[in-house]
């Protein structure tokens, strides 16, 4: 017998302060990427479709979709601070 099934992953990119679409407050957005994976016995094999980045909003849970480059210049390790030595 063969298990097989559909799950999402996420993972998460970072934390910033944003306008939010929704409320229009200054908030702490979480952002994520989250993609669909083929399992087989629980064990995700492959990925299904493409990546998307989900932006939520810290106030009022607002979740919308970000453009995966703009994402990654807003959300990834060179938006950044620089850590102190
Ligand atoms: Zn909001």
Known sequence: MI???LRS?????GQRQL???NCHRDAMTTAFQTRRWFTLF???????G?????ARCGLCG???QVD???AESLFGAAAQPAPLP
């Not at 992953?9 to 990119?13: F, G, H, I, T, V």
Request: contains cysteine; glycine residues 4%.
């Open 9 to 13: 992953r996420n993972k998460a990119l």
């Open 3 to 5: 298990i097989w099934g």
């Open 68 to 70: 995966n480059t703009q």
């Open 42 to 48: 629980f064990i995700p094999v492959f990925p299904i």
């Open 62 to 64: 607002y979740q919308y």
């Open 50 to 54: 493409a990546k998307k980045t989900i």
């Open 19 to 21: 306008n939010c679409p």
